[in-house]
Antibody, heavy 121, light 107 residues
Framework: QVHLVQSGGEVKKPGASVRVSCKASGYTFTSYGISWVRQAPGQGLEWMGWVSGFNGNPNYVQQFQGRVTMTTDTSTSTAYMELRSLRSDDTAVYYC??????????????WGLGTLLTVSS | DIQMTQSPSSVSASVGDRVTITCRASQGISSWLAWYQQKPGKAPKLLIYDASSLQSGVPSRFSGSGSGTDFTLTISSLQPEDFATYYCQQVDSFPPTFGQGTKVEIK
């Protein structure tokens, strides 16, 4: 069965960077991409971007351009999301989800459990 | 970006009730729409994709309809495990965008 296992929670100071990992199993990693979606406390879902599991090409939401990098390591079936210049409003649960490629669209059919990022001085 | 507007923001219902949630897109998205269910402290779960296709393993009491700009998610007979927040998502245009969510609460 498909599993996406995310790295543990992080506490960072404003201005710092964070890297969240998402290790996939139970399917052919290169046949799908990974979307990253975040959810601030008590708020809705915000789609941040997507990275291809096939060739590592990313697509980012404009508001995160220049601050986010999404990558993959096909040797370990792991996707990474790095967010830089952290602000307090980046405090959120960050989810990875299988998405795109064979799905034909940016639907998210399997999700990780989420990684809580807290940004506080 | 395409804006997705859900209504109502919350609904109170009883077990066995029929519940309908509406999602409106700011421009036409054909049938490129998904519905997700999220319970507190949990990751979202895909229920419906392509506006009306039921994701594998999802109970048949969930159904989706619509195309263009107006879409609905219907729960035909609400069960205790269905109390949750529901989100629509358009995937027609980049970036994919979510509605603000509809919370289904116990009456």
């Amino acid at each position: 069965q498909v599993h996406l296992v995310q790295s543990g929670g992080e506490v960072k100071k404003p201005g710092a960077s964070v890297r969240v990992s998402c290790k996939a199993s139970g399917y052919t990693f290169t046949s799908y991409g990974i979307s990253w979606v975040r959810q601030a406390p008590g708020q809705g879902l915000e789609w941040m971007g997507w990275v291809s599991g096939f060739n590592g090409n990313p697509n980012y939401v404009q508001q995160f351009q220049g601050r986010v990098t999404m990558t993959t390591d096909t040797s370990t079936s792991t996707a990474y999301m790095e967010l830089r210049s952290l602000r307090s409003d980046d405090t959120a649960v960050y989810y990875c989800a299988r998405s795109g490629e064979l799905l034909g669209a940016y639907y998210c059919d399997y999700w990780g459990l989420g990684t809580l990022l807290t940004v506080s001085s | 970006d395409i804006q997705m507007t859900q209504s109502p923001s919350s609904v109170s219902a009883s077990v066995g009730d029929r519940v309908t949630i509406t999602c409106r897109a700011s421009q036409g998205i054909s049938s490129w729409l998904a519905w997700y269910q999220q319970k507190p402290g949990k990751a979202p779960k895909l229920l419906i994709y392509d506006a009306s296709s039921l994701q594998s393993g999802v109970p048949s009491r969930f159904s989706g309809s619509g195309s263009g700009t107006d879409f609905t998610l219907t729960i035909s007979s609400l069960q205790p495990e269905d109390f949750a927040t529901y989100y629509c998502q358009q995937v027609d245009s980049f970036p994919p965008t979510f509605g603000q969510g509809t919370k289904v609460e116990i009456k």
